[in-house]
């Protein structure tokens, strides 16, 4: 994840800090845990009592390491953003080990724009249920265009209001369950991107916008909603 | 005969730190004493770390000279300077070249990426 900027302006914070383990770059670390020797890992559905997004890596002779117990050897550190309001940027991936987000074809037209419906061998929109997400066009007359979910079925429909205008056979598109304000995101097993794939649920935050390309190059704007020096649950 | 001297019982009280006060706690302290400064900021650089310096500090570095590149978004930063130790809200933040695109989305990235989009999409309806 990268840190973007910060909600309300102003200049970004940076801490140095010891750390319990070898994290990477642009991961999300929570307050020290009990017994832990510096800040710790976030995981990837919680965000509780987090601190902010690491900006270096831990290496030592450009390999990651873990901390020493070698005695009087330096302890590791590692800088944090740690604005409450920092805004992070993550990219959405279709798994846990960060594949491709899914890319839907049209199987059947829509001439009034009121439905997107898949083709045979795409994933059910209704299970991961993406109600309440947001679909969006990646290539045809609609390319670019999005709009957010109010009802999925399982005959690989997604419906939305606002109507798209009419589309082609073999149009591709993409669906997520975020929109605004969608809470909670789960991460990828490196904890470095947000998975697309599956039902919003995990990790404490909020979505504050959405940019949307293609398959791989999709992104999530975050706030940490359990920030310990912000609003802390 | 001299009466016993009464004294209190002595009560420990286990102090409840609080999630702020152990995070505090964790900061790293910074230059070790008796370090020279250059020699802790190279040592810095060498662990591809951000090095953030005071306005007093900063012309005695030379990024280039270790693959590192000034913030230029946030022109200043609120950090401990890594030269003198001081906390100053007018810092400048260098990024090792390497992992900057890791960690930091600029608005040149987001622009390069979404006219990189628009472009294929265009390319793929023939327009």
Known sequence: MKFEYLLGGGTPTLKKYKMAAGHAAGIVVLVAAAGATGLSTSTTTSWADAVGLTMDPIVNVGQPVSYSVVQNQPEYLQTVVVNPDAVIKALLVGSAANAALETRTVGTASANGLTVVGTTGDTDPSSPDMDEGTV????????????????????????????????????????????VGTPDVTLSTDLQNVRGDIAATGAEARVIDLQLNGATNSYLELLISDHLFGTNT | MPMATKTDPTVLVKRQFTKKEITAAQEAPGKPHGRTAGSWVYDLCALKKVITLCPLCTHKFNPGKFHYRKEKEFPVVQAKCDGCDTFDVRCSAYFFEETYHQVRSTAADRRAERTAHMRKMKKEQGI
């Open chain 1, 136 to 179: 969006w066009y990646s290539s045809g007359a609609n390319g670019g265009a999005s709009r957010k979910i109010t009802s999925t079925t399982t005959t690989l429909t997604v419906t939305v209001i606002m109507p798209f205008a009419a589309n082609r056979v073999g149009d591709k598109y993409h669906t997520i369950d975020y929109t």
